[in-house]
T-cell receptor, first 111, second 113 residues
Framework: AQSVTQLGSHVSVSEGALVLLRCNYS??????LFWYVQYPNQGLQLLLK??????LVKGINGFEAEFKKSETSFHLTKPSAHMSDAAEYFC?????????FGGGTRLMVKP | NAGVTQTPKFQVLKTGQSMTLQCAQD?????MYWYRQDPGMGLRLIYY???????DKGEVPNGYNVSRLNKREFSLRLESAAPSQTSVYFC????????????FGDGTRLSIL
């Protein structure tokens, strides 16, 4: 069994501030982890993925995430938020043959 | 590149009507998926097809059927639509393997009155 919890359904930051979106997972086997971004009226786009090669994963648009096995976490960060980062972000885990998504975090960026 | 194409983009149905959502991918992927997205619940897997000729139930299969028509196409059918099936439906595809990311279409927004 596998599950994903995203803490905070809404996160608001000022432009230029640090972005931190939290994701915790549970899995009975070593997981593959993903972050996706969804812009309004669009499908999901892959931001980055963890597949056990390195614990710190760099993705597109300046985002990165760190896999911490001891904390079962895979938090997403970006040093400086941009207005264009406003979107919904989904963490997902695959520990078998199905992808399980968290409930999503809507990121709002204030000017 | 078109990627994953879903039709229609919007649809309004009456309770009890049937319809089929179409999905096609041009990336030569083996695996295809159907999800529904509801507020606060993320995406939930309805059915998937790991490879051509196979289909399996996901987390929320009740009220739906699927057909893997060929490697490119994977359709989702609602036989008797219910208001609880009002949602945004996404099709996705990926190469084989749980470490492979999925590629998503732009969704079908379905309202059932």
């Amino acid at each position: 069994a596998q599950s994903v919890t995203q803490l905070g359904s809404h996160v608001s930051v000022s432009e230029g501030a640090l972005v931190l979106l939290r994701c915790n997972y549970s899995s009975s086997v070593p997981p593959y982890l993903f972050w996706y971004v969804q812009y309004p009226n669009q499908g999901l786009q892959l931001l980055l993925k963890y597949t056990s090669a390195a614990t710190l994963v760099k993705g597109i648009n300046g985002f990165e995430a760190e896999f911490k096995k001891s904390e079962t976490s895979f938090h997403l960060t970006k040093p400086s938020a941009h207005m264009s980062d406003a979107a919904e972000y989904f963490c997902a885990v695959n520990a078998g043959n199905m992808l399980t998504f968290g409930g999503g975090t809507r990121l709002m960026v204030k000017p | 590149n078109a990627g994953v194409t879903q039709t229609p983009k919007f649809q309004v149905l009456k309770t009890g009507q049937s319809m089929t959502l179409q999905c096609a991918q041009d990336m030569n992927h083996n695996s295809m998926y159907w999800y529904r997205q509801d507020p606060g619940m993320g995406l939930r897997l309805i059915y998937y097809s790991a490879s051509e000729g196979t289909t399996d139930k996901g987390e929320v299969p009740n009220g739906y059927n699927v057909s893997r028509l060929n490697k490119r196409e994977f359709s989702l059918r609602l036989e008797s639509a219910a208001p609880s099936q009002t949602s945004v439906y996404f099709c996705a595809s990926s190469p084989l393997g749980s470490n492979q990311p999925q590629h998503f279409g732009d969704g079908t927004r379905l309202s059932i009155l």
